[in-house]
């Protein structure tokens, strides 16, 4: 599929490692919200010296309604892509390819009562899209978000997502206070002092996560789980999500979990 030449309309730097910026859309683009997509810059071949297209997997962390798209990214300073993707600035050019894919959909899931969302570090861009979708809310009774990252800074991106949504008038129109009202964020840093500290895997399995919303636990019947984060997270929490009675679905087979990887590492 061809490429799409779209504008940078908004570079945000959250600290030395991590930035998100916002593109315009490819006017073919349809998405559901969680997936994610091929982005990445023209660059010249080491060899030929021709340019060439140099791509990476980004989750778009804005809902599939948003005219335009955002990402979240972590500056790896010897990385491909991301060396040089970080000096981006405002007006210009990025590459994208308008084929989305993903496993973190809501279609993969079977209704259920409860939805958790896993992220660690930048795994939480996908669920930034999903958070801002009204559809999500509808589905379940209440939505929780944990985001486990080393320190306070690295979870700023997150909360103030969070927190705009739950203050902006247009936001509180469109996804509705009601809806609102069934998201909880549970941020937790394990490198630095925070409210609450340590990996959310080890608060699962000490059930200190439980017993801080006052619940029995994670149940096949009223749970749904989506994680996306590190591979050895992800094999973590899919092993604490299978040992609750949890299986993993997919669109064509939904269930009660699904991963995917935090991409560009
Ligand atoms: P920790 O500081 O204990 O390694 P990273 O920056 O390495 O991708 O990690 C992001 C966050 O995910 C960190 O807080 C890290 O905790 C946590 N983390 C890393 N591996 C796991 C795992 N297997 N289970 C749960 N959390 C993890």
């Given at each position: 599929m061809e490429?799409?030449?779209?504008?940078?309309?908004?570079?945000?730097?959250?600290?030395?490692?991590?930035?998100?910026?916002?593109?315009?859309?490819?006017?073919?683009?349809?998405?559901?919200?969680?997936?994610?997509?091929?982005?990445?810059?023209?660059?010249?071949d080491?060899?030929?010296?021709?340019?060439?297209?140099?791509?990476?997997?980004?989750s778009?962390?804005?809902?599939?309604?948003?005219e335009?798209?955002?990402?979240?990214?972590i500056?790896?300073p010897d990385?491909?892509?991301?060396?040089?993707?970080?000096?981006?600035?405002?007006?210009?050019?990025?590459?994208?390819?308008p084929?989305?894919?993903?496993?973190?959909?809501?279609?993969?899931?079977?209704?259920?009562?409860?939805?958790?969302?896993?992220?660690?570090?930048?795994?939480?861009?996908p669920?930034?899209?999903?958070?801002?979708?009204?559809?999500?809310?509808?589905?379940?009774?209440?939505?929780?978000?944990?985001?486990?990252?080393?320190?306070n800074?690295?979870?700023?991106?997150?909360?103030q997502?969070?927190?705009?949504?739950?203050?902006?008038?247009?936001?509180?129109?469109?996804?509705?206070?009601?809806?609102?009202?069934?998201?909880?964020?549970?941020?937790?840093?394990?490198?630095?002092?925070?409210?609450k500290?340590?990996r959310i895997?080890?608060?699962?399995?000490?059930?200190?996560?439980?017993?801080?919303?006052?619940i029995?636990?994670?149940?096949?019947?009223?749970?749904r789980?989506?994680?996306?984060?590190?591979?050895?997270?992800?094999k973590?929490?899919?092993?604490?999500?299978?040992?609750?009675?949890?299986?993993?679905?997919?669109?064509s087979?939904?269930?009660?979990?699904?991963?995917?990887?935090?991409?560009?590492?």
């Amino acid at each position: 599929m061809e490429l799409s030449s779209e504008t940078v309309t908004q570079v945000r730097h959250w600290s030395d490692t991590l930035f998100s910026f916002r593109t315009s859309r490819p006017d073919s683009l349809r998405f559901q919200s969680g997936e994610f997509l091929m982005v990445g810059l023209m660059v010249e071949d080491a060899e030929s010296g021709k340019p060439k297209p140099l791509m990476r997997a980004y989750s778009v962390a804005s809902p599939s309604w948003d005219e335009e798209l955002e990402f979240y990214s972590i500056k790896v300073p010897d990385g491909e892509l991301t060396s040089r993707l970080q000096h981006i600035k405002e007006g210009d050019r990025i590459l994208v390819r308008p084929k989305p894919v993903g496993t973190l959909l809501l279609d993969a899931l079977l209704p259920g009562r409860r939805l958790w969302l896993f992220a660690t570090g930048t795994g939480i861009a996908p669920f930034a899209s999903i958070l801002r979708d009204p559809d999500t809310y509808e589905k379940f009774e209440q939505i929780i978000v944990t985001h486990t990252c080393r320190e306070n800074t690295e979870l700023e991106y997150g909360r103030q997502i969070i927190r705009h949504m739950q203050c902006d008038e247009t936001m509180i129109e469109l996804i509705g206070r009601a809806n609102l009202d069934k998201l909880v964020y549970y941020p937790n840093t394990t490198r630095e002092t925070s409210e609450k500290m340590g990996r959310i895997t080890t608060l699962l399995k000490s059930g200190e996560v439980f017993d801080d919303f006052g619940i029995d636990g994670l149940f096949a019947h009223t749970d749904r789980a989506m994680a996306c984060g590190s591979i050895a997270f992800n094999k973590e929490i899919k092993d604490i999500l299978i040992d609750h009675g949890l299986e993993e679905g997919s669109r064509s087979e939904p269930k009660q979990f699904v991963i995917e990887r935090a991409f560009v590492d």
